[in-house]
């Protein structure tokens, strides 16, 4: 397996939340299990290099790439990926890293090459077949989080979704924080509706408006969400959906998004 791989301050963070190795059977043992460690690093190679899981060079990672699939479908299946990102997100937290006052959303399309859920036809790709990233980050770009439809849903109508689904991130004395003061947004989530939708939850919507001459001077805050699709997208398994369930698609993106959590907390020390 290729250390540098699966760092052991990821190793740390992740095996505490991997379900239970199965016993062996005593009758017909068989093939000796791979470890987990080297099973995420096949699932770390394929998402950073993009390439298909039958190509996954087992001399060099450790597995083959059927067992990187696999062991990725199980632990997504038990959640793995959610908690390990709101735990990092904690972590973040407590070290003074999140700035939950001022929050960007936005989304961005992606082709997907095979069919499945969360696939739709593209507006902005022909009509090809997509999908949708849709994400939340703080004032620093740091994502909180990330959901998955198919390319042809407006974002305005994943505004209320994304929200519910931000994690309880502690780190800190207190109730645990769930939402920003002020949410900033472009001309796509320009609707009434939702602002008054987002005040009632008690945060502030700063929309930019339809129909109005640009520089509203809101880019200022929000391009850190254009930069966090620009490092989730260096991640070259999630520039264009192979995944035909979407799940799995979605578990890589939560991974990528603990990834680039673990990155700020690296560069903090």
């Known amino acids: 397996m290729r250390a540098d791989l699966v760092p052991d301050d990821l190793w740390e963070r992740v095996a505490p939340l ?20 080297t099973a995420l690093a096949g699932v770390l190679f394929v998402l950073r290099t993009g390439v298909a899981w039958r190509d996954v060079p087992a001399e060099a990672v450790g597995c083959s790439g059927v067992t990187a699939w696999r062991r990725l479908r199980d632990w997504t299946e038990a959640g793995v990926w959610p908690r390990l990102h709101a735990a990092l997100l904690s972590e973040l937290r407590r070290a003074d890293l999140l700035d939950l006052e001022d929050c960007a959303v936005d989304g961005s399309h992606v082709r997907a090459l095979k069919r499945g859920d ?15 990233h849709h ?61 008054r939708l987002l005040w009632r939850r008690g945060i502030k919507p700063v929309i930019a408006r339809r129909g109005v001459a640009h520089g509203s001077g809101l880019g200022k805050v929000r391009w850190v969400v254009e930069r966090a699709f620009a490092w989730l997208h260096q991640f070259k398994r999630l520039r264009i959906r192979y995944e035909r369930r979407a799940d799995l698609h979605q578990g890589l993106l939560e991974l990528a998004c603990s990834l680039i959590c673990l990155r700020r907390l690296r560069i903090s020390f």
């Open 18 to 37: 991997l379900p239970p190795t199965p016993e062996r059977r005593r009758r017909h043992p068989g093939r000796l299990r791979v470890p987990d460690r």
């Open 118 to 132: 969360h696939v739709g036809p593209s507006p902005v790709d022909r009509a090809r077949p997509g999908s949708k």
């Open 135 to 195: 994400l939340i980050v703080d004032l620093h770009g740091t994502p909180l989080v990330d959901t998955l439809t198919g390319g042809n849903r407006h974002d305005v109508t994943q505004l209320l979704p994304l929200l519910d689904a931000v994690p309880p991130i502690r780190g800190v004395r207190g109730r645990p924080r769930r939402k920003p003061r002020r949410l900033y947004a472009d001309r796509g989530y320009d609707f009434d509706k939702y602002r």
